[in-house]
């Protein structure tokens, strides 16, 4: 795929704008994954950043269950599950549901008819391994759709009245208006007021991360290199792109920020 001219590289963001970094709101699998794992220089990275008092908030597609248990073992100030669904504090706190859903057996209910419905014109399609442990949203394996097979399932599910997005692992149906800068915001907005818009940047590698890099709410966004296979279909794309990609990426972005804060202290 040819490169997005809009696209400028991590080394063009000046020292000043990265010192003023102080929370990294990112995306997980393929941002911090590398081919599905976490590397020992991706948690080291983690920990170099905490050391710096950069706060790192995981923002992930990822289920409710899923994130729960491994927010709490990550050097991480919380995490976002469900693509904006639900709120992990640090330490253990209880989760906060940001998608308000008055029945949640009816709610899951409604997601499966709608599921099956998918199933009729794509009987391939099957339910992911976390789906049980989900509250606010229902996924399915995104490998081996077309393109044109996932254009063709986002209009399906707006018809049903709901949502639809995908990652590089799963597609999601999901209430409309559910995404990951407004379960954002909103965190930000009640638990992280401290954090203004020039502290933050967004980091993402794919179409559920896409609203993440809406330069109207957060300026400074970083995609991995593994985004420019997706960047044709994104309506926001990211301000910078590092030369690496998935996790490496993510350490790319580490190494600016932690060498700016040092040259202007």
């Known amino acids: ?10 080394s063009e963001v000046s020292s000043i704008c990265l ?18 794992k976490f590397t020992p220089a991706l948690l080291q990275a983690l920990e170099d950043l905490a050391a710096d008092d950069v706060k790192v ?5 990822r289920s409710a ?3 729960s248990g491994l927010s709490s073992l990550m050097p991480v100030a919380g995490a976002i599950a469900e693509n904006g669904g639900l709120y992990f504090p640090p330490g253990n706190q209880k989760p906060v549901v940001l998608t308000p859903i008055p029945d949640l057996a009816q709610h899951r209910q409604h997601l499966a008819t709608t599921f099956e419905n998918l199933q009729t014109k794509f009987p391939q399609i099957q339910e992911s391994t976390d789906n049980r442990f989900r509250l606010t949203d229902w ?8 393109e044109d097979e996932l254009q063709t399932l986002d209009n399906l599910c707006q018809q049903m009245g709901w949502g639809f997005t995908y990652s590089n692992v799963q597609c999601h ?13 909103q965190v930000l907005r009640e638990y992280l007021p401290q954090y203004s818009s020039e502290q933050i940047v967004t980091v993402g590698d794919s179409p559920n991360d896409e609203s993440l890099f809406d330069r109207r709410y957060f300026p400074v966004s970083v995609g991995v290199a593994n985004v420019l296979e997706y960047v044709n279909r994104l309506k926001y794309q990211p301000a910078y792109i590092t030369t690496a990609a998935e996790g490496e990426g993510f350490c790319e972005l580490s190494s600016y920020i932690l060498k700016s804060l040092h040259i202007s202290s």
Do not use: E, H
Request: hydrophobic share 45%; no cysteine.
């Open 1 to 10: 795929m040819s490169r997005d001219l809009s696209l400028a590289p991590l």
């Open 19 to 36: 010192s003023k970094i102080r929370l990294i709101a990112t995306d997980m699998d393929g941002t911090l994954t590398r081919r599905g």
């Open 57 to 61: 908030l995981i923002v992930t597609g």
């Open 65 to 67: 269950g899923w994130v």
């Open 139 to 146: 996924t399915f394996d995104v490998a081996g759709l077309r």
């Open 173 to 185: 149906i999901k209430p409309q208006g559910q995404d990951k800068a407004v379960g954002l915001l």
